[in-house]
């Protein structure tokens, strides 16, 4: 039976090269409890970190959470690609949420012709 592993797709690692990474703001107080005034600096600090080699995307629920990222983010002198999406979550967990990409390096894309 062919499945994705024989046609030669994989997931690719966590350290493999890649343009961009994905996070989604803290929000949840019920995954940080007490303790989220403490876990948004060392997240912007990380996406600072990040900043500085590829993009950064990360999902917020809307605005307010927008702003308060980006004044977080400003502490932490976060500059570079930074780019907000308003992707309601449930919390940080992106690896759960959005979409996996597989890599195929045996096998050529076929891109079916309209009509």
């Known amino acids: ?11 690719p690692a966590e350290w493999a090269p890649h343009r961009a990474t994905w996070l989604s703001w803290p929000h949840k107080e019920a995954s940080w409890p007490g303790k989220l005034d403490r876990v948004w600096p060392a997240y912007a600090q990380a996406v600072a970190a990040l ?3 590829e993009t ?4 917020v629920g809307d605005a307010s959470m927008e702003a308060q990222a980006q004044a977080l983010l400003a502490e932490a002198h976060a500059t570079g690609a930074i780019r ?7 919390d940080a967990w992106c690896r759960d949420l959005l ?5 195929c390096v045996t096998r050529g894309c ?6």
């Open 1 to 11: 039976m062919l499945n994705p592993s024989s046609l030669g797709y994989s997931m």
């Open 51 to 53: 900043a500085r080699s």
């Open 56 to 59: 950064v995307h990360i999902n």
């Open 84 to 90: 907000f999406h308003h992707f309601p979550t449930n």
């Open 99 to 103: 979409v996996r990409f597989l890599w």
């Open 110 to 115: 076929h891109w079916p012709r309209p009509g």
